[in-house]
Nanobody, 124 residues
Framework: QVQLVESGGGLVQAGGSLRLSCAAS????????MGWFRQAPGKEREFVAS????????LYADSVKGRFTISRDNAKNTVYLQMNALKPEDTAVYYC?????????????????WGQGTQVIVSS
């Protein structure tokens, strides 16, 4: 059973940056696509970004394209989300997720394992 632990969330002013990390254990990280999703209060969980197992293919939600960058280090079993030019509407709990295939996806239902989430608050 894979375990995912997110870190790096916090409070930041609009226009600032944060880098989220997700450390994976118990699975075959280098064979798994990884994703980031977020859920704001009163809203459904939504796709943010995902990356294929080898890191060659990346997908982004239109709302974060050009501001967020997903990356991974397979030697460290870690996936990252660099978030720049943050906006108050980026405030949410951010979740890391694993998909046990090499091909990435935008669909939450395609990801089988989830972390507990890390809170990001962007003040105006």
């Amino acid at each position: 059973q894979v375990q995912l632990v997110e870190s790096g969330g916090g409070l930041v002013q609009a226009g600032g940056s944060l880098r989220l990390s997700c450390a994976a254990s118990g699975g075959t990280f280098s064979s798994a696509a990884m994703g980031w999703f977020r859920q704001a209060p009163g809203k459904e969980r939504e796709f943010v970004a995902s990356i294929s197992a080898e890191g060659a293919y990346r997908l982004y939600a239109d709302s974060v394209k050009g501001r967020f960058t997903i990356s991974r280090d397979n030697a460290k079993n870690t996936v990252y989300l660099q978030m720049n030019a943050l906006k108050p509407e980026d405030t949410a709990v951010y979740y890391c997720a694993e998909r046990r295939v090499v091909v990435t996806s935008r669909k939450a239902a395609d990801f089988g394992s989830w972390g507990q989430g890390t809170q990001v608050i962007v003040s105006s």
